[in-house]
């Protein structure tokens, strides 16, 4: 069974920056797809960044484009979302999800397994 445990949130003021990792453990780390997403409060689930199983694809929200950059390490088992000019409407619980397609997967029933989320929080 795949697991997955995300880490790095936090609170920043507006214009930081954050990198967040998730660990990916119980399967072959390569075989997956990644992806991160997003839940503010009172707010759909949102697509944040993708990228397929070997790191040389990748897609963005359109809120996020810019600004994230989505990347991982086959050799750590880990997948990271740097985040850089945070900013107030950033604020949301960042999800790590696992996609059994290899490729780039923005459709979050695409994902088959999903990490517990890491808060980031920004301030004005």
């Known amino acids: 069974q795949v697991q997955l445990v995300e880490s790095g949130g936090g609170l920043v003021q507006a214009g930081g920056s954050l990198r967040l990792s998730c660990a990916f453990s119980g399967r072959t780390f390569s075989n997956y797809g990644m992806g991160w997403f997003r839940q503010a409060p009172g707010k759909e689930r949102e697509f944040v960044a993708a990228i397929n199983w070997n790191g040389d694809d990748t897609n963005y929200g359109n809120s996020v484009k810019g600004r994230f950059t989505i990347s991982r390490d086959n050799a750590k088992n880990t997948v990271y979302l740097q985040i850089d000019g945070l900013r107030p409407e950033d604020t949301a619980v960042y999800y790590c999800?696992?996609?059994?397609?290899?490729?780039?997967?923005?459709?979050?029933?695409?994902?088959?397994?999903w990490g517990q989320g890491t808060q980031v929080t920004v301030s004005s």
């Open positions: 999800a696992a996609s059994e397609y290899t490729i780039v997967v923005i459709i979050p029933d695409q994902y088959n397994y």
